[in-house]
């Protein structure tokens, strides 16, 4: 296995310094992708760059959303020679002390998707916590499965290869409909996916960039293609189920 960490950001500067320098303690090859960000925040992860041999920056020249930034690093991360990415959020919501549980099963399942399993407190929004769960069963019809536990988290290890056939196969959602897209997508190809409960907090002065009207329409359209592309795969979702591997 050869790993780098992926982060997207739009405009996060409030904990991104953190962020960097715990993963740089432990040592990991990290891509920060700046999706359009603001001239003042684009300095801050330039200076960044500088300071930290082992971070990289690539940069969007207009936003394109969270899962554009995703797409983008773990093709980056792919071209470089790296076999699976971790995907971490640039807003202090994930705990990283968890990154070792993560990477210890994704080398015990390797063709896996290895994701964080949220475990909130109180300061997560109630609607973002409701939401969740009229995902999570839509996404449980669209695969004909409860095996998926989780399809919004974003902080998650990658098998590199297949998600790049799948990038190379289909268009995927750019914005927040990304996390969900690709996690179904990749187990209607056979990839199954494997979790890890994980604390997720949502930080005092975080800034979110979901939109709430913009992105739930998405999320709807979303599972309305999933649901059609859902029923011409019937049989294989039934006699083909993909294994933790």
């Known amino acids: 296995m050869k790993l780098c960490v992926v982060i997207p950001n739009y405009n996060h500067t409030h904990a991104i310094d953190d962020v960097i320098a715990q993963l740089s303690a432990e040592r990991f090859d990290i891509v920060m992708v700046d999706d359009g960000s603001n001239e003042q925040a684009h300095r801050h992860f330039s200076s960044l760059a500088q300071r930290y041999d082992n971070l ?135 990839t199954a996916s494997k979790f890890v409960e994980t604390q997720v907090i949502y930080p005092e002065n975080g800034v979110s960039h979901f939109q709430p009207l913009n992105d739930n329409l998405k999320i709807s359209w979303l599972h309305t293609r999933l649901f059609f592309g859902m029923l011409v795969r019937i049989p294989k979702l039934i006699f083909a189920r993909p294994k933790v591997r």
Request: aromatic share 12%.
């Open 56 to 190: 990289t920056l690539v940069c969007h020249e207009y936003n394109q959303g969270k899962g554009g930034a995703v797409q983008t690093g773990l093709k980056w991360a792919f071209a470089q020679g790296y076999t699976h990415a971790l995907q971490v959020d640039a807003d202090g919501q994930h705990c990283l002390q968890d990154i070792a549980r993560l990477i210890d099963c994704a080398k015990k399942y390797p063709n896996t998707i290895i994701s964080g399993r949220p475990v909130y407190d109180e300061s997560v929004p109630k609607h973002r916590y409701l939401s969740r769960y009229i995902t999570h069963f839509w996404v449980w019809v669209e695969t004909l499965s409860l095996s998926i536990k989780d399809s919004m988290c974003g902080f998650r290890v990658y098998p590199l290869a297949p998600c790049i056939e799948l990038f190379n196969s289909c268009e995927l959602g750019k914005r927040m409909d990304f996390d969900i897209e690709v996690m179904v997508r990749m187990y209607w190809r056979g």
